[in-house]
């Protein structure tokens, strides 16, 4: 897939090239070290490695995603496969609901698209007012909070929270 040889894929993987054709020919034991060695040489995880193979689409039922309610907000992840150091959630809140933000590790930025209704977020002391279209960037490390301005119709958000890396990582 990555377009290499046996020999470029093992000297990648720091592997001798009889093993390497041993693991494509199912023929080989390997073990934990050689197999982390061969995913990072075609920049896969290990369980994307010995998973079982994925079909090139996958569907994902409405009712598959799982859904979690705080404080009277619907909150439903929009990928259904985690991405290491993102979270994509779609939020609907009831007319005039509010939800308090969870503040985050230094550092992380998030983003609120207003998909319908009118939205106000607060955050270190200012509000912002979203409608349908609208996009606010801020910092998600600190204490924040959404609000629907309508006390007669939903607002639907996008939130995407894009996690700093914790030092040392």
Known sequence: MRGLSQEQAARLAGIPRATWASLESGG??????????????????????????????????????PERRRQGVRLRPLLPETIPGLEVSRMELPPGAALTGVPHTPGTRE??????????????????????????VFRGDQRHGYRNLDARAPAVAVSVVCFARAAGR
């Open 111 to 136: 983003y609120l698209a207003c998909e319908s209704g009118r939205l106000e977020l607060a955050a270190a002391g200012e509000r912002w007012q979203l409608g349908p279209g609208d996009v606010l």
């Open 28 to 65: 080989a034991n390997p073990t934990l070290v050689v197999l982390t060695r061969v995913a990072a040489a075609i920049s896969v995880s290990i369980e994307e490695l010995i998973g079982p193979p994925r079909t090139s689409c996958q569907l994902y039922r409405a009712a598959e995603i």
